[in-house]
């Protein structure tokens, strides 16, 4: 089939999707995907959408984030499905045509899916759509980790001349690079201070409390590089040491309704 027939067989399916992605409409959860997207379906137009599954790989990958999207609604109740708002359900099906990346996918997924339930519908805003598309692949992990945590806890370096500080590393240490599968561990700082960017974060440097762990396995886990700052003030014979300082990273208000929304 040439390109223009395959583009014009396209836009012929497009105003009823589901038997193209779906090949069995007897799957559990394909008549709620249906419910669900129901006006999305009636009203997708966008020649981006039409343009990109004209494309092989584009129509494959969006088969593949559907199909996770018809097992989400397998938990919903059907009397609980609901027709997903446009302005939220077409930009998620555009975008879920050229994600490549798994947890950045997951994360529109989990907006449709929230978007897809009487319960959940107040959850997924519009405007989480485009935090989405403001993360890197590792800042969707670190989004999907704070999922779990009540706070990031962190140190700072301090140089400090006795007693009296001179200089404080900008960098916040998390440890979080030698625990998560990150493809750039050296861009930590620069994923975190993206987070603290779109609102969802905020660092708290004053920590009095001593009773967290993590501080101690945070010196564990730095142990090496404060011994190697320490070692060159020294041989520098400047009296200087390396003190460090104790804060956290806190969960906005608004990064946690992100949060609730996109991981599930």
């Given at each position: 089939?040439?390109?223009?027939?395959?583009l014009?067989?396209?836009?012929?399916?497009?105003?009823?999707?589901?038997?193209?992605?779906?090949?069995?409409l007897?799957?559990?959860?394909?008549?709620?995907?249906?419910?669900?997207?129901?006006?999305?379906?009636?009203?997708?137009?966008?020649?981006?959408?039409?343009?990109?599954?004209?494309?092989?790989?584009?129509?494959?990958?969006?088969?593949?984030?559907?199909?996770?999207?018809?097992?989400?609604l397998?938990?919903?109740?059907?009397?609980?499905?609901?027709?997903?708002?446009p302005?939220?359900?077409?930009?998620?099906?555009e975008?879920?045509?050229?994600?490549?990346?798994?947890?950045?996918?997951e994360?529109?997924?989990?907006?449709?899916?929230?978007?897809?339930?009487?319960?959940?519908?107040?959850?997924?805003?519009?405007?989480?759509?485009?935090?989405?598309?403001?993360?890197?692949?590792?800042?969707?992990?670190?989004?999907?980790?704070?999922?779990?945590?009540?706070?990031?806890?962190?140190?700072?370096?301090?140089?400090?001349?006795?007693?009296?500080?001179?200089?404080?590393?900008?960098?916040?240490?998390?440890?979080?690079?030698?625990?998560?599968?990150?493809?750039?561990?050296?861009?930590?700082?620069?994923?975190?201070?993206?987070?603290?960017?779109?609102?969802?974060?905020?660092?708290?440097?004053?920590?009095?409390?001593?009773?967290?762990?993590?501080?101690?396995?945070?010196?564990?886990?730095?142990?090496?590089?404060?011994e190697?700052?320490?070692?060159?003030?020294?041989?520098?014979?400047?009296?200087?040491?390396?003190?460090?300082?104790?804060?956290?990273?806190?969960?906005?208000?608004?990064?946690?309704?992100?949060?609730?929304?996109?991981?599930?």
């Amino acid at each position: 089939m040439s390109d223009l027939s395959t583009l014009i067989e396209t836009f012929k399916n497009c105003g009823n999707l589901l038997p193209t992605v779906y090949k069995d409409l007897a799957q559990p959860g394909v008549r709620k995907v249906g419910r669900a997207l129901e006006t999305v379906l009636d009203t997708v137009n966008s020649p981006l959408l039409l343009l990109r599954l004209a494309n092989e790989k584009a129509k494959l990958r969006f088969e593949k984030h559907m199909e996770k999207y018809r097992k989400k609604l397998e938990y919903i109740e059907d009397e609980k499905v609901c027709d997903v708002p446009p302005e939220i359900g077409i930009p998620i099906l555009e975008r879920l045509t050229y994600t490549t990346n798994d947890d950045i996918a997951e994360l529109f997924i989990n907006i449709l899916t929230k978007a897809s339930s009487v319960e959940t519908l107040r959850e997924a805003h519009p405007s989480f759509i485009h935090i989405v598309d403001r993360l890197s692949q590792d800042e969707a992990k670190l989004v999907n980790h704070i999922k779990y945590a009540y706070r990031i806890e962190y140190l700072t370096l301090n140089l400090s001349l006795i007693g009296i500080s001179l200089h404080e590393y900008p960098e916040r240490l998390t440890g979080l690079e030698f625990e998560l599968k990150l493809d750039f561990p050296e861009n930590m700082e620069m994923c975190f201070n993206n987070l603290m960017s779109l609102g969802l974060l905020e660092p708290k440097d004053e920590y009095k409390i001593s009773v967290s762990k993590r501080y101690d396995e945070l010196r564990k886990l730095y142990e090496k590089r404060i011994e190697k700052m320490n070692a060159k003030e020294r041989d520098e014979d400047t009296k200087m040491s390396v003190n460090l300082k104790r804060g956290y990273y806190r969960i906005t208000k608004f990064g946690n309704e992100f949060v609730k929304a996109c991981t599930g």
